[in-house]
């Protein structure tokens, strides 16, 4: 089981961009898919975007295609989620998850690999 720390969250204001980390230990990284959700006050934890394991295959939520770009660095055992064109509706806990098996999504059900969350504040 990976350990995972997520960085990079922060207050921008809409139209800006951040670039969120998740930083994970242990050396088999590169045989895990890797997922970013996020969950804002009072609702449930909802789908971002994933890669596979080799980074060939990348999935996003309709509400930030176009604008969320998922990438990784298997050297650094650091996969990133590059935000541009941040709207007031993308504000929420920022998480990643990893799993050997399947690329995660769009449920966020059934993982055991969590990080703690970076706070995203877009300001309209």
């Known amino acids: 089981q990976v350990q995972l720390v997520e960085s990079g969250g922060g207050l921008v204001q809409a139209g800006g961009s951040l670039r969120l980390s998740c930083a994970a230990s242990?050396?088999?990284?590169?045989?895990?898919?890797v997922g970013w959700f996020r969950q804002a006050p009072g609702k449930e934890r909802e789908f971002v975007a994933a890669t596979s394991s080799s980074g060939g295959i990348t999935r996003y939520a309709d509400s930030v295609k176009g604008r969320f770009t998922i990438s990784r660095d298997n050297t650094k055992n650091t996969v990133y989620l590059q935000m541009n064109s941040l709207k007031a509706e993308d504000t929420a806990v920022y998480y990643c998850?990893?799993?050997?098996?399947?690329?995660?999504?769009?449920?966020?059900?059934?993982?055991?690999?969590w990080g703690q969350g970076t706070q995203v504040t877009v300001s309209s």
């Open positions: 242990g050396r088999t990284f590169s045989s895990y898919h």
């Open positions: 998850t990893a799993d050997q098996y399947r690329v995660p999504g769009p449920s966020p059900r059934g993982y055991t690999s």
